[in-house]
Structures are given as structure tokens and as C-alpha cells.
């Protein structure tokens, strides 16, 4: 059975960093593209970047792009997500998922593009 796990989150303070990890079983992670997604109290979830199968990085809020970096272990079956000079406002769960539709080894920013998620991974960011 395909899944994916989360792990890394954690309370930090602002200015800190985390590093997010997506572990895949079932099914191997390099052939699809796969993204990472937020989602804050009382907010829709948002995708925060993309890796596709080919290696293209895509981030999409632009206040991630410089402190947000996505990247992939093919031979751990992993994904990453190394965040850099947290905010308080990146508080969130966090989720990590796999494109699964016809298109799926291109990125997209849109959560229902995707199909298999993740449980998600809480990150706090507080003083």
C-alpha cells in the first residue's frame, strides 16, 4: 500500500530553521512530482513548493522563495523540505503529497492535483 510519512516538525523560534522529510513506501517517489503544502487555522492549505520528477523546483508563495528549499534523496525514497528564517506566520501543519493524475511528474500548486498525502507534520514558529 502506497504511503507517505511526514517528520520534522517541531516549535522553533523565529529566525530558526527545520528540515522536513517526506519518507514514501509503496511506490517510488523519484517517477512523480511532489509537493509540500500548508495549511494554518482557519485558512484553505496552500502549496509552498514542488518537486517534479525531473528535478524542477517550483516554489509558490513568493515569501518562501529564498528560505524554502525542496530537494530529493532517490536512493532514501525521500523528499525534503529545508526551511530557513522562520516567520510566524509559516505556522502550520504541513503536508507533504504526490501527484497522481495524468500530468503526474509535472508540478502543480493546486492540492487537488494531488492524491496521495501524508498525515501531515505540525510546525510552530514562536517565541
Known amino acids: 500500500q502506497s504511503q507517505l510519512v511526514e517528520s520534522g516538525g517541531g516549535l522553533v523560534q523565529p529566525g530558526g530553521s527545520l528540515r522536513l522529510s517526506c519518507a514514501a513506501s509503496?511506490?517510488?517517489?523519484?517517477?512523480?512530482?511532489i509537493g509540500w503544502f500548508r495549511q494554518a487555522p482557519g485558512k484553505e492549505r496552500e502549496g509552498v513548493s514542488c518537486i517534479s520528477s525531473s528535478g524542477v523546483r517550483t516554489n509558490y508563495p513568493d515569501s518562501v522563495t529564498g528560505r524554502f528549499t525542496i530537494s530529493r534523496d532517490n536512493a532514501k525514497n525521500t523528499v525534503y523540505l529545508q526551511m530557513n528564517s522562520l516567520k510566524p506566520e509559516d505556522t502550520a501543519v504541513y503536508y507533504c503529497a504526490a501527484r497522481t493524475d495524468k500530468t503526474y511528474s509535472t508540478c502543480s500548486g493546486l492540492p487537488a492535483a494531488f492524491g496521495s498525502w501524508g498525515q501531515g507534520t505540525q510546525v510552530t514558529v514562536s517565541s
Open positions: 509503496g511506490f517510488t517517489l523519484r517517477y512523480y512530482a
